[in-house]
């Protein structure tokens, strides 16, 4: 990855991994995990795990400026970075992620963050380089460019030119999101309600699969959707297995017994 982010310049590249290893050892202490100001309430930043887009399994953490109410950077760099450290140590995400950020609410306030958007810049192409995906701007006003000038001096070009514009009404943000970036009709259902809100707003209930990207202390200050419950029939018994050929179909009845109620051709 660090010799792909510094264009093939092994020398460049060894120099930055060990700057980056350096950075990890202090900036990563993983019993320093938790954030300090979103334990003791969740508005304090957004950046919250969202679901897995489809093509390769990247992480989608979705953020919205305008929903967070502790703008210091120090705290935010620290949750962003072990939040995105978690996820890329699970065994069903991939290694990279995706930023889809949400300017709902967006104004001259946010777009004067330019120490933090320096931060997120140094922290993505010093530290985890090749590891972004793609930064989706949902419908980025014109004013997000002040934020975005006070960031290049601070990003590499093969970053930049990973921000991807979304714009349009809700249903075509959606329709992009889903046929462009694989994302899962969960995660578009979840997103269509938060797109949809007048902020300050609670967070919607977040997807199921959420709960399983989120930093674990972070949960219980969460609701999520609960799984989609196996179907039953009149009796109230559940299917255990079905095999493709349709030579057994197995279930459980309300005694949790197992029975084997058909086997074709036999």
Same mark, same amino acid.
């Given at each position: 990855r660090f010799i792909?982010?510094?264009?093939?310049?092994?020398? %460049?590249?060894?120099?930055?991994?060990?700057?980056?290893?350096?950075?990890? *050892?202090t %900036? /990563?202490?993983?019993?320093?995990?938790?954030? *300090?100001?979103?334990?003791k309430d969740i508005s304090s930043h957004s950046m919250i795990p969202i679901g897995l887009e489809e093509s390769e399994q990247s992480t989608i953490l979705y953020g919205c400026p305008a929903r967070a109410t502790q703008p210091a950077a120090d705290p935010i760099i620290h949750h962003m970075s072990h939040q995105l450290e978690y996820c890329f140590a699970l065994?069903?995400?991939?290694?990279?992620?995706?930023?889809?950020?949400?300017?709902?609410?967006?104004?001259?306030? *946010?777009?004067?963050?330019?120490? /933090?958007?320096?931060?997120?810049?140094a922290l993505f192409s010093n530290h985890m380089p090749e590891r972004l995906h793609r930064v989706i701007l949902l419908n980025p006003p014109s004013v997000f460019r002040i934020l975005l000038n006070f960031a290049k001096p601070f990003v590499d070009q093969r970053t930049l030119d990973k921000l991807v514009p979304v714009n349009g009404s809700t249903s075509e943000v959606l329709q992009t999101l889903r046929e462009d970036h694989a994302f899962t009709e969960s995660t578009l259902k979840w997103l269509a309600? %938060?797109?949809?809100?007048?902020l300050p707003a609670k967070i919607p209930t977040l997807p199921h699969d959420s709960r399983g990207l989120m930093l674990p202390s972070l949960i219980p200050k969460f609701e999520f959707v609960d799984p989609v419950s196996p179907m039953k029939d009149s009796a109230g018994r559940r299917p255990l297995f079905i095999r493709a050929s349709s030579l057994l179909i197995g279930e459980v009845d309300a005694k949790n017994q197992i029975q084997i109620i058909q086997v074709d051709g036999y």
């Open positions: 792909v982010a510094r264009g093939g310049n092994v020398p %460049a590249a060894l120099k930055q991994l060990t700057g980056s290893v350096k950075w990890a *050892e %900036a /990563l202490d993983p019993n320093q995990q938790d954030c *300090e100001f979103c334990s065994p069903h995400s991939g290694s990279r992620w995706i930023w889809c950020v949400d300017y709902n609410g967006f104004g001259l306030k *946010e777009a004067m963050q330019g120490k /933090l958007a320096a931060r997120f810049g309600q %938060a797109l949809n809100q007048k």
